[in-house]
């Protein structure tokens, strides 16, 4: 994910987080390949606000999940 698709994350986060309420939110990064610097920080922003879980399948989807994690709370756990 990265350029278009990193605004669009964002945007759609920014317009729908509140009607998440106390729901639990998960975020699913199987198949995801490449995720650039901005959209690790987006991640890193919802997981902040929402403490949204991450679901990963790879090493590489599972380092995007600990980076995000990493990144707004600086510690890392276990992926979901």
Not at 35 to 50: F, M, P, T
Request: hydrophobic share 35%; proline share 2%.
């Amino acid at each position: 994910m990265a350029g278009p698709w990193v605004d669009e994350l964002k945007r759609v986060w920014e317009c729908q987080c509140e009607a998440f309420g106390s729901k639990k939110l998960q975020i699913d990064l199987r198949g995801v390949l490449h995720l650039s610097r901005e959209g690790r920080h987006v991640l890193a922003e919802i997981h902040k606000s929402s403490g949204a879980e991450f679901i990963a399948d790879t090493p590489m989807t599972k380092y995007f999940a600990d980076e995000a994690r990493g990144l707004s709370h600086g510690n890392q756990g276990d992926d979901h």
